[in-house]
């Protein structure tokens, strides 16, 4: 890191063992640390005894520190001539608004650099068992958000909705009943499987198995307060196995 420079780097899901080296480097190296909520406690600690901690978290319908103010604030520390790092949760170009913040730097003249992070997407799916795409069954998956600044996102839910595909979607428990409309409305399977991991790579980690009919009630019941992730066409592996082993019995 350089003095009077923005490091952006991604904590990634939460565990510190998924932090990579270099943004590890960047923790320690860092003179003023502007960081996200979802920002893990003990990623935190990782941070060199000198760092001032700045949390300029945001939260989905709730408080949070405008854009704006955060774009000003990490301009004008690096002009300070201070080692800046804006440290994301998961990876920093992956529903992080930072090509705002990369503007920003431009348009100030700052030198930056970004170290790409874990995304909770990739933990999600490691701790259910599964690949997010598999031979013959999806060329291609898709991260969508649930919400954008103007309420529900929209997304092509023709597509989703066919056969196979698979879709990570980020902040999507609010929507929930939004997206199974959509997506049943274009076709899809009611029996289609859903998985919800909540704080991903976590000690507090909460999976729940559902189906697209069930989503919305089944998301309810199971009281999920933290920050959660919808992996809409899969079930754990598990669940799987399970179920394969019921079906030969039968047979």
Excluded at 137 to 166: P, Q
Aim: charged content about 20%; proline content about 5%.
């Amino acid at each position: 890191m350089q003095p009077g420079q923005v490091t952006f780097a991604g904590s990634g899901p939460g565990d510190p063992d998924l932090l990579t080296v270099k943004a590890l480097k960047a923790l320690q190296q860092a003179d003023v640390i502007l960081h996200d909520r979802l920002v893990s406690d003990e990623i935190l600690q990782l941070a060199g005894p000198s760092a001032a901690l700045q949390d300029v978290g945001k939260e989905g319908f709730g408080p949070q520190v405008t854009q704006q103010e955060i774009c000003g604030r990490m301009v004008a520390l690096a002009k300070s001539g201070l080692r800046v790092l804006r440290l994301k949760a998961g990876d920093p170009a992956i529903f992080a608004r930072l090509d705002e913040e990369l503007t920003a730097c431009d348009l100030a003249g700052i030198g930056y650099n970004v170290i790409p992070g874990i995304t909770s997407a990739s933990a999600a799916v490691a701790n259910i068992g599964q690949s997010l795409t598999q031979r013959g069954r999806n060329a291609s998956v898709r991260f969508l958000t649930g919400h954008d600044m103007k309420g529900f996102a929209d997304h092509d839910w023709a597509t989703l909705a066919r056969a196979g595909e698979v879709a990570a979607i980020y902040m999507g428990k609010k929507s929930a009943r939004f997206i199974q409309g959509r997506l049943i409305m274009h076709g899809a399977e009611r029996n289609t499987p859903v998985t919800i991991v909540e704080n991903a790579s976590r000690p507090n980690q909460r999976i729940l198995e559902t189906t697209l009919d069930k989503l919305p009630d089944d998301l309810a019941d199971a009281g999920f307060d933290s920050p959660a992730l919808t992996l809409f066409g899969l079930a754990p592996r598990a669940s799987l196995a399970a179920l394969t082993d019921l079906k030969l019995e039968q047979a």
